[in-house]
């Protein structure tokens, strides 16, 4: 079984710039979760889709961040325009059924906002 | 909303000895308390979790004990080594929002 896929890997970008991150969940998981971890402090949620559903997204820190799950598969997140406070690693994860079972994380990605 | 407490942010012990960390919640509604690894530059992946009708979960060298009277939950490693040096975090699942500790970095000496 394939696990969670996240691209970029790493991106680094100027402020006011706008980037896309991309996280493939496991297949047949209907629970996709976002996390970002700031600059070695603890990981903070961010949303939570269902499907192509958003089910919380009260971790979202403003209106620079958007997120979409397009047909209930692959989920982006857009940061536009980026701050340099954005920078941190952001982590996806999916599970088969709600917050309660294991959640599979990705790789991540590294964000670096100069 | 919930609040997550871990101490400490940094434990070094000795290989073979053992290793606790722990972690208190604000919320006593909190019903399920994971705890995840990550290892240097990879992704957190859950170690053990436990369930708030349960106080104690054991795999292996692992366990995990929950106190929801005292609204707090540790981690226990036992017969540390050198490849259980990582940063673990505990969280605490309340009402469709998942909070995490602050991390904790564990280095094993060999």
């Known amino acids: 079984e394939a696990g969670v896929t996240q691209f970029p890997s790493h991106s680094v970008i100027e402020k006011g710039q706008t980037v896309t991150l991309r996280c493939d969940p496991i297949?047949?998981?209907?629970?996709l979760y976002w996390y970002r971890r700031v600059m070695g402090k603890e990981i903070k949620f961010l949303l939570h889709?269902?499907?192509?559903?958003?089910?919380?997204e009260s971790g979202m820190p403003n209106n620079r961040f958007l997120a979409e799950r397009t047909g209930g598969t692959y989920s982006t997140l857009k940061v536009q325009p980026a701050e340099l406070e954005d920078s941190g690693v952001y982590f996806c994860a999916s599970s088969r059924l709600g917050f309660q079972e294991t959640q599979y994380f990705g790789p991540g990605t590294r964000l670096l906002v100069l | 909303g919930e609040n997550v407490e871990q101490h400490p942010s940094t434990l070094s012990v000795q290989e073979g000895d053992s290793a606790v960390i722990k972690c208190t919640y604000s919320d006593s509604a909190s019903n399920y308390f994971p705890w995840y690894k990550q290892e240097l530059g990879k992704r957190p992946q859950l170690i053990i979790d436990?369930?708030?009708?349960?106080g104690e979960k054991k795999d292996q060298r692992i366990a995990v004990t929950l106190n929801k009277t005292a609204k707090h939950f540790s981690l226990h490693i036992t017969e540390t080594q050198p490849e259980d040096s990582a940063v673990y975090f505990c969280?605490?699942?309340?009402?469709?929002?998942?909070?995490f500790g602050a991390g904790t970095r564990l280095t094993v000496k060999p």
């Open positions: 969280a605490a699942w309340n009402n469709n929002d998942m909070r």
């Open positions: 436990i369930r708030s009708n349960v």
């Open positions: 297949s047949g998981h209907d629970n």
């Open positions: 889709f269902v499907k192509e559903s958003k089910q919380d």
